[in-house]
């Protein structure tokens, strides 16, 4: 099994502030990289795929980056709905997720 | 598109059983590949089970739910299933149906059901 460790557990940022989250895999996924937001009581949503890809109708604002077994998710400047829980996944082998981390507002 | 809602939650002893369902109201169901992920309360994601398009033919299953919990689809009802039998404790979650991209990459959710499992 591939361990996702995602750091920090909780990160506290200001509005219009860059958010940089951090997410490590135990072996190599290459790019087989996903990101997805979580919002209280709703469903967690594609942002990233592919490491870098967004997903549609995820605004460019949300980057992601790295391969093999780092990895980065960065909001440009976070607006008042970017406050959430994020996941980071991989899929190179049967899918894991890590453990999130949750940005708040400073 | 895919629009995803499930079904089929509720409270059940331990050792019991249930069936999630989930109804795809979108026009391409039989194209999608499925997943099942669930998350216990407070807690992280789990992938738990996959099934292919079309036939159905290939499933996998996470080593914690093997041998326990089902995963079936019937494309003519736009709906995907999953039986749950033996139902421990540790089962309990909200349990999400995902389509699939590329094998692995979750990228529509239903809303979940909550399922759980005490005496």
């Known amino acids: 099994e591939v361990v996702m460790t995602q750091s920090p557990a909780t990160l506290s940022v200001p509005p219009g502030e860059r958010a940089t989250l951090s997410c490590r895999a135990s072996h190599s996924v290459d790019t087989y990289l996903a990101w997805y937001q979580q919002k209280p009581g709703q469903a967690p949503r594609l942002l990233i795929y592919?490491?870098?890809t967004r997903a549609t109708g995820i605004p460019p604002r949300f980057s992601g980056s790295g391969s093999g077994t780092d990895f980065t998710l960065t909001i440009s400047s976070l607006q008042s709905e970017d406050f959430a829980l994020y996941y980071c996944?991989?899929?190179?082998?049967?899918?894991?997720f890590g453990q999130g981390t949750k940005v708040e507002i400073k | 598109e895919v629009q995803l809602v499930e079904s089929g939650g509720g409270l059940v002893q331990p050792g019991g059983s249930l069936r999630l369902s989930c109804a795809d109201s979108?026009?391409?169901?039989?194209?999608?590949?499925m997943s099942w992920v669930r998350q216990a309360p407070g807690r992280g994601l789990e992938w738990i089970s996959y099934?292919?398009?079309?036939?159905?033919?290939?499933?996998y299953y996470a080593d914690s739910v093997k041998g326990r919990f089902t995963i079936s689809r019937d494309n003519a009802k736009n709906s995907l299933y999953l039986q749950m039998n033996s139902l421990r404790a540790e089962d309990t979650a909200i349990y999400y149906c995902?389509?699939?991209?590329?094998?692995?990459?979750?990228?529509?959710w239903g809303r979940g059901a909550l399922v759980t499992v005490s005496s």
């Open positions: 592919g490491a870098s």
């Open positions: 979108g026009v391409t169901f039989s194209s999608h590949e």
């Open positions: 099934i292919n398009n079309s036939s159905g033919s290939t499933t």
């Open positions: 996944q991989q899929y190179k082998n049967w899918p894991t």
């Open positions: 995902a389509s699939v991209l590329e094998g692995g990459i979750f990228d529509s």
